[in-house]
Every structure is written in C-alpha cells, then in structure tokens.
C-alpha cells in the first residue's frame, strides 16, 4: 500500500504538468489567440465580479480557445484597474442611457438610485467591453502575425522549447519566449552566420538554448524537412559550458545525445580545436583582464577557418543601454547576486579588444524588435604573411 501511494503521489506532478502544458498549448494560431485575448478583456470587463472564470472557461470551451489565456486576459479587471473601468462604464452607461454624465456625488447617487446605477454600468461595461476587446485582439493578431510568419521557424521553436517540459512549466514558458522574443537565434539559424563541420563550443549556454534550437534544426536537414536554402549550420560535435550546476544538469537532460555540456568556469578550462564559440552576452559578466584573457583563450583554441561569434551591449547607445542595465540588474537581484558587477564596453572599445587580440570584427546590431542596445561581433583570426590562421588541435 505504501509503494501504490508513493507510486501514485510522484505520477500527481506528471498529470499536473500535462494538465498545464494541455492549457497552454490548447488553441493556437494568430485568429485564434487574439480571438482569446479580446474575448478575455470583453468577460473582464463585466461587472459579474466572482464569476470571471466560470464565464472564462465556459465561453472558452464554447468557442474552442485557449481558456488560460482568455482567463488571463479578464484580468484587465484587477483592483488597480478596476476603479477606473467601472468609473468609465458608469459615465458611458449613464449618458446612452440618460443623456448625461453621474455625478458621483453621494446625494445624487441616493437620489438616481443604485438600481439605476448599476444598469448604467453594466450598459457601460458593453461598450467599454467591445472597444477594449477590439484593441486588444487586434493588437495580439498583429503582434502574433508578425512573429509566426515564418511558420518553419516557429515550428521549430516549439519543439526545441518542449525539450524543457520535463524540467518544469517555468523552464518551457521561458525557452518559449527567449527563443521566439530574442532575435539572435533566427539570425544565427538563417543568416548565414556560421561555418558548419567541426566542434561548435557555446560558452555559457544556460539551459541550452541554442544548442537545442541547432539540434531540431539537424533533424529538420536530415530528414528533408528543412525548406530554406542554405541549410542550417551542422557540427560534428556541439558543447556547451555552464558554471552553474543546476543549469547545466538541466541542460544536459534536454539535449541528451544530442550535446555535450560541461560544468564547469570557462575562465579555467582549457579548449582545444573548436571550430566556432559562442558567446552571448557572456564577458560583460566578467573583469576586464578577464575579459582579454578569455579572448585570447578562445583565439588560441580556434582551428583554421574557425571564428568567434559574441553578443555584446554597446555602451555608448544612450537609453537603449540604460534598458540593458536595469535588465541585467534585475536579473542579478533575482537570482540573489546581489553583488554581481558588469563591465560594458562601447562598440569602438570592443573593436579595439578585438583587434588587440588579432581578430577581424563584422558587426551587425542585434536588438532588433527590442529596446536593448546589443551588437554581434563576427570574429575570425587575421591570416599571418602566410596566409596560415591554424590555431588549436582537436579538443579533448
């Protein structure tokens, strides 16, 4: 009995994670979610306060919509909110209705009558209800429109991100939207950006992002799922490094056979023969000797023909970078690094770092459809006199 009892209480987390996964995932598709998020704001805007999920779920199933987001979506009508929704409804209620705007006076409101009051807002509530539901579902299309047009790509985000449904909701919503939101990896996926064959070695690779988006990638070219022309950059070995324990086990359960991830400080480990490195939004995390000494660790390990890609702020890029420091701050506090220190440079500094270690820059901003300043950083060892750029033997 005890075992059938322990059997059943580690199965509960399973089912509760497929209930969720069911929730959120359940009426996809641009019509669909903005169809969901102004059905959302209409029902929140109802003056029928306690019965907002039921009319959610109900109208939800109705109409076959992802009831989380419709549910979410009512939450317009929350207590900083609300005040002002129900102030408007009872004005627009009261002039329809009676020609003229309610004093809120409590006298006139005695003398009107509650009754009355409450038709004027719930008369009001319909109106309101329309226009905000109309904004907002079209705001959601023309968002989700924008964002899913490359269906390949979106595609492929989801399944990269399903990877992470075993470790927790939390972990699957965030490789959702970092993978969707962040423009670095369709770039790195589709722009060109990578020279494929060898050891691809990504320095600081969290949860494995992109590792795993390269992966689903592969998978797509092999078996002739994969429409665009190039191909998507293929390694015969990918590695990532992460200092943080957890992170690293987590990632290494995503991506299985598929990459090898390493535990360890990429400050102190050596690296041999790798034939691209990654480095996204990494060295600002360090000292500048740091900095220079890690470059110069990566230079050393890079076959011929090998380059270095980073993703860096640039400093000199006024409130765009301010954004960027309160984004990083923010992330430190909560992750409870309350005395973590960042070192940004400008672009013309990080030109100069580079060059100082005898490495060629392309550079491309990489904030698009975002408020940051980041830049990407195309990194290949100049050629000496003999046109020879060999760095590095196969790593161990």
Same mark, same amino acid.
């Given at each position: 009995?005890?075992?059938?009892?322990?059997?059943?209480?580690?199965?509960?987390?399973?089912?509760?994670?497929?209930?969720?996964?069911?929730?959120?995932?359940?009426?996809?598709?641009?019509?669909?979610?903005?169809?969901?998020?102004?059905?959302?704001?209409?029902?929140?805007?109802?003056?029928?306060?306690?019965?907002?999920?039921?009319?959610?779920?109900?109208?939800?199933?109705?109409?076959?919509?992802?009831?989380?987001?419709?549910?979410?979506?009512?939450?317009?009508?929350?207590?900083?909110?609300?005040?002002?929704?129900?102030?408007?409804?009872?004005?627009?209620?009261?002039?329809?209705?009676?020609?003229?705007?309610?004093?809120?006076?409590?006298?006139?409101?005695?003398?009107?009558?509650?009754?009355?009051?409450?038709?004027?807002?719930?008369?009001?509530?319909?109106?309101?209800?329309?226009?905000? =539901?109309? !904004? @907002? +579902?079209? %705001?959601?299309? *023309? #968002?989700?429109?924008?964002?899913?047009?490359?269906?390949?790509?979106?595609?492929?985000?989801?399944?990269?991100?399903?990877?992470?449904?075993?470790?927790?909701?939390?972990?699957?919503?965030?490789?959702?939207?970092?993978?969707?939101?962040?423009?670095?990896?369709?770039?790195?996926?589709?722009?060109?950006?990578?020279?494929?064959?060898?050891?691809?070695?990504?320095?600081?690779?969290?949860?494995?992002?992109?590792?795993?988006?390269?992966?689903?990638?592969?998978?797509?070219?092999?078996?002739?799922?994969?429409?665009?022309?190039?191909?998507?950059?293929?390694?015969?070995?990918?590695?990532?490094?992460?200092?943080? =324990?957890? !992170? @690293? +086990?987590? %990632?290494?359960? *995503? #991506?299985?056979?598929?990459?090898?991830?390493?535990?360890?400080?990429?400050?102190?480990?050596?690296?041999?023969?790798?034939?691209?490195?990654?480095?996204?939004?990494?060295?600002?995390?360090?000292?500048?000797?740091?900095?220079?000494?890690?470059?110069?660790?990566?230079?050393?390990?890079?076959?011929?023909?090998?380059?270095?890609?980073?993703?860096?702020?640039?400093?000199?890029?006024?409130?765009?970078?301010?954004?960027?420091?309160?984004?990083?701050?923010?992330?430190?506090?909560?992750?409870?690094?309350?005395?973590?220190?960042?070192?940004?440079?400008?672009?013309?500094?990080?030109?100069?770092?580079?060059?100082?270690?005898?490495?060629? +820059?392309?550079?491309?901003?990489?904030?698009?459809?975002?408020?940051?300043?980041?830049?990407?950083?195309?990194?290949?060892?100049?050629?000496?006199?003999?046109?020879?750029?060999?760095?590095?033997?196969?790593?161990?």
């Amino acid at each position: 009995m005890t075992a059938w009892r322990r059997d059943r209480s580690q199965q509960f987390p399973e089912r509760l994670r497929r209930v969720v996964q069911g929730l959120r995932t359940e009426g996809t598709g641009s019509g669909r979610e903005a169809a969901a998020i102004g059905l959302g704001v209409f029902l929140g805007c109802l003056p029928v306060y306690g019965f907002h999920l039921l009319l959610c779920w109900l109208f939800g199933s109705l109409f076959r919509l992802n009831r989380l987001k419709v549910y979410l979506a009512a939450n317009i009508s929350n207590p900083f909110v609300a005040p002002w929704l129900i102030f408007a409804e009872l004005q627009i209620g009261a002039r329809l209705r009676r020609g003229s705007f309610q004093s809120l006076a409590p006298q006139t409101i005695r003398t009107t009558g509650f009754g009355v009051v409450g038709v004027d807002v719930l008369v009001g509530s319909l109106v309101v209800g329309l226009v905000l =539901a109309v !904004v @907002a +579902a079209s %705001a959601t299309y *023309a #968002l989700l429109r924008t964002s899913s047009d490359d269906v390949a790509f979106v595609d492929l985000v989801r399944r990269a991100s399903d990877r992470y449904v075993g470790r927790s909701i939390t972990a699957w919503e965030f490789a959702r939207g970092k993978l969707r939101g962040d423009p670095i990896y369709r770039a790195v996926l589709y722009g060109g950006l990578l020279p494929s064959g060898g050891t691809l070695v990504d320095v600081g690779c969290g949860q494995g992002l992109m590792l795993a988006l390269l992966a689903e990638a592969r998978r797509d070219a092999d078996s002739g799922a994969w429409a665009s022309s190039p191909g998507p950059p293929r390694f015969d070995r990918m590695i990532g490094v992460e200092i943080r =324990a957890r !992170v @690293a +086990a987590a %990632a290494q359960v *995503a #991506l299985g056979t598929d990459a090898e991830i390493v535990h360890g400080d990429a400050r102190t480990r050596a690296m041999r023969g790798a034939h691209v490195v990654l480095l996204f939004d990494v060295l600002h995390m360090m000292a500048p000797g740091e900095q220079d000494a890690m470059i110069e660790s990566l230079v050393s390990a890079l076959t011929r023909g090998g380059m270095v890609l980073v993703r860096e702020a640039d400093a000199s890029a006024g409130w765009r970078f301010v954004a960027i420091r309160i984004g990083n701050r923010m992330k430190a506090w909560a992750f409870g690094a309350w005395r973590q220190r960042f070192h940004f440079r400008t672009r013309a500094e990080w030109l100069a770092c580079f060059a100082q270690h005898g490495l060629c +820059a392309d550079v491309r901003p990489m904030g698009t459809g975002t408020p940051f300043a980041n830049l990407l950083f195309s990194l290949r060892v100049k050629a000496d006199d003999s046109g020879s750029t060999d760095r590095g033997t196969p790593p161990a």
